[in-house]
């Protein structure tokens, strides 16, 4: 009896580890599904060819999702790095062309306006 029980528990653990690996690629595309679709958030930054290869991809997953319902854990993992490696560099690329946060923008520039302190101290 005990044995079942290690032998059912092993079999649980790796049951979970399949449905929260599920679950991860799912609430990923939903989400980036979401945000493209919003013009205040995603969807208003992207160009339209980013945007539609953004959309592509997050179709493609969530149609594989549908027709794979029993895949083992590693697929999940494998279908949700592929849409990151696919997304990151249009994400990339739109943080770059953004800028520095505000915060970081504010931090330059103390920075600068110490540093110009601290030269206009020394000449005096």
Not at 12 to 34: H, M, Q, V, W
Request: aromatic share 6%.
């Amino acid at each position: 009896m005990v044995n079942d029980a290690e032998k059912f528990a092993e079999e649980d653990t790796k049951f979970k580890e399949c449905i929260d690996t599920r679950n991860e690629l799912e609430s990923y595309a939903y989400s980036l599904k979401n945000q493209i679709e919003e013009k205040e958030k995603l969807g208003g930054k992207l160009s339209s060819e980013d945007k539609e290869t953004m959309e592509k991809a997050v179709e493609e997953k969530t149609e594989w999702l549908e027709s794979h319902q029993a895949a083992d854990s590693e697929a999940f993992k494998a279908k949700k790095k592929e849409l990151e490696e696919i997304l990151q560099p249009i994400i990339s690329k739109l943080y770059e062309s953004a800028g520095p946060p505000p915060v970081a923008k504010r931090i330059q520039q103390k920075k600068m306006s110490c540093r110009h302190r601290s030269a206009t101290a020394v000449i005096l």
